[in-house]
């Protein structure tokens, strides 16, 4: 039997690390993107810049020709800078336009990739998730503008995705960890709760809720 395909773009230390771990553990292929090129070895390493949207249409092409079609793709990269709350609009435009990149237009390109590749794949799951956080529904958080913005539009490519490819077998995802209470964990993420949940939703033929907040240890949890 042929192994599934996951497909990790934005592999670093924490999440991308556990969830890739996962997958392989689960006998999936895995292949990751991320700038450094640093993988573990059994791994299909692609070293690109997702500053550049462009450069997502060649990681698949990659992937592809070396393992095949991804069944399960995963976007984990982010950008963010930090401005003083009382002036949102301090940032250089160019530093505006490429956190954006990062976190919605490469994130576009991924997606589109991703439903053009799964038309002719004959085997499932057809997963794809993203890793959000609360920002999409926290309001703006003005020292935080390029990354909410970026969370934001986000969300609304993933519920477009299941809304117009959802009836093709095709399950999209926001994937945001929260504390019990619904707040946000920030920097206590919790890696390995990630890579539990990515591969219960790989796992799960239904499309669940497009908005998946889960608690560690719990799962799902309506905020
Ligand atoms: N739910 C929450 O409240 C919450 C809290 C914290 C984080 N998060 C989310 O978790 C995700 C990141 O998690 P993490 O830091 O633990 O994951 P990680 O897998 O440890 O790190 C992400 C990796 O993405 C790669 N990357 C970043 N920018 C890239 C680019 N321009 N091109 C290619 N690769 C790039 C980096 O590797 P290289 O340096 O080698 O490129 C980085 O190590 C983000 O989406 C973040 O918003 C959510």
Redesign the pocket.
Known sequence: MTSKIAFVL????????DVSKMFAGHGYKVAI????G?GASEYFKVK????DPLAVASAFKQVRDALGEPNVVIY????RHFVPDDDAFSLATSTFQADLA?NVSSLYAALQETVEGWRDLATSPKVFIF?G??LNVAGAVPQLLTYGVGKTAAAHLIEAAVRSYGSQGYNFYYA??RNPDGS????D?D?YAHAETYFQLAEEPEQGPWDYTFVKSKGFSKF
């Open positions: 934005g592999a670093g230390p924490n999440i991308g690390h993107v991320n700038r450094s640093v690109a810049d997702l500053k984990n990269a982010f950008a990062i890793t956080n609360g945001d960890e946000p964990v920030k920097q993420r890696a």
